[in-house]
T-cell receptor, first 110, second 112 residues
């Protein structure tokens, strides 16, 4: 399928390592944040979300951290696998609209 | 449970034509949102429908329109196509307005 983004920042990791993908969001009033994963030729797939009244949320192999002071969101993936290779987007909900970041490409090497 | 489905998956049109894209949400989901994705602009919000009413709209010209039916299925229409409308059009559904959105595979539109 066509590339999601031709000039996205890329994070390269070794299989089995932990990955940390960062996102700076724009609006202090945003109340809800989501991470999506998009593989080539597919639509974004929901990974994990967090509300603004929390600073950490854990899922299966993934953790999202929210720092409202500096408007920063991160996604941590434990024991990264080749199947984790994709583009990852953060999204913030601001006045009832989802605003997506530009995305980060995660490349997992064996 | 079946995911969000979009038809057609691929479409080629010429400038000046119009196009209608269809989206069937996850069963039980009542809200449908549409997004345009391009390499240059990323994912941009078009509009959101809930209970057959447009609840939210992004910054796109009036050539982009949509509607939602009583069974929650949605269509979006683009009239007088321009080359810049070439993109992946994504539909996402959620249980209710402003809940977590789940995306379909998209319709890839190429305008020649």
């Amino acid at each position: 399928g066509e590339s999601v983004g031709l000039h996205l920042p890329t994070l390269s990791v070794q299989e089995g390592d932990n990955s940390i993908i960062n996102c700076a969001y724009s609006n202090s009033a945003s109340d809800y944040f989501i991470w999506y994963k998009q593989e080539s030729g597919k639509g974004p797939q929901f990974i994990i979300d967090i509300r603004s009244n929390m600073d950490k949320r854990q899922g299966q192999r993934v953790t999202v951290l929210l720092n409202k002071t500096v408007k920063h969101l991160s996604l941590q993936i434990a024991a990264t696998q080749p199947g984790d290779s994709a583009v990852y987007f953060c999204a913030e909900r601001h006045y009832n609209k989802l605003i997506f970041g530009a995305g980060t490409r995660l490349a997992v090497h064996p | 449970k079946a995911g969000v489905t979009q038809t057609p998956r691929y479409l080629i049109k010429t400038r000046g034509q119009q196009v209608t894209l269809s989206c069937s949400p996850i069963s039980g989901h009542r809200s449908v949102s549409w997004y345009q994705q391009t390499p240059g602009q990323g994912l941009q919000f078009l509009f959101e429908y809930f209970s057959e009413t447009q609840r939210n709209k992004g910054n796109f010209p009036g050539r982009f329109s949509g509607r939602q039916f009583s069974n929650s299925r949605s269509e979006m229409n683009v009239s007088t196509l321009e080359l810049g409308d070439s993109a992946l059009y994504l539909c996402a559904s959620s249980l209710a307005f402003q809940e977590t959105q789940y995306f379909g595979p998209g319709t890839r539109l190429l305008v020649l």
